[in-house]
C-alpha cells in the first residue's frame, strides 16, 4: 500500500512539473522583431531553437539551439543554459514568464551580469 501511494505522488509531482513546462511550450517572438524561437519538451526539460530571422545575414541560423536544459525552477521560472549566437559561447540561462510574455536571459559570474530579450507568445 505504502509502495502504490509512493508511486501516485512520484506521477503526480511529475505530471505537475510537465503542467508547469506546458505553459513555456510553443513559438515566442523577439519583442525587437529580429527572430522567433520554438520551445519543446527535450526529456524532463525545455529546450528552444531558432524558427526565423529576420537578417539572413544574422549570426543566429534557423535550427540552432539556443537554449537547452531549461527546468523548472518556481513558478513560471526555468533555469539551464543558453547559446549566444553572436559570440558563440554558452551561459547559464534563466527564463521568467508571465501571461503571454516572456524574458529570457544569459549570465556570467554566477548570475551577477546577465543580458535580457523579451519574447511575445506567438498565436
Known amino acids: 500500500m505504502l509502495r502504490r501511494s ?13 503542467a508547469l513546462a506546458g505553459d513555456i511550450l510553443g513559438e515566442w517572438a523577439r519583442d525587437d522583431g529580429k527572430g522567433r524561437v520554438r520551445f519543446v519538451s527535450c526529456g524532463a526539460a525545455v529546450c528552444g531553437s531558432v524558427t526565423w530571422v529576420r537578417d539572413a545575414n544574422d549570426p543566429a541560423k534557423v535550427g540552432q539551439q539556443v537554449f537547452f536544459d531549461m527546468k523548472p525552477n518556481g513558478e513560471n521560472i526555468w533555469a539551464g543554459m543558453a547559446f549566444n549566437p553572436e559570440d ?3 551561459y547559464t540561462g534563466k527564463m521568467t514568464m508571465s501571461g503571454h510574455s516572456l524574458i529570457t ?4 559570474f554566477g548570475g551577477w551580469i546577465c543580458k535580457s530579450v523579451a519574447w511575445t507568445k506567438s498565436k
Request: hydrophobic fraction near 60%; glycine fraction near 10%; charged fraction near 0%.
Open 105 to 108: 536571459a544569459g549570465c556570467v
Open 88 to 90: 558563440g559561447q554558452n
Open 6 to 18: 509512493l508511486l501516485a505522488f512520484a506521477a503526480l509531482a511529475a505530471s505537475s512539473h510537465f
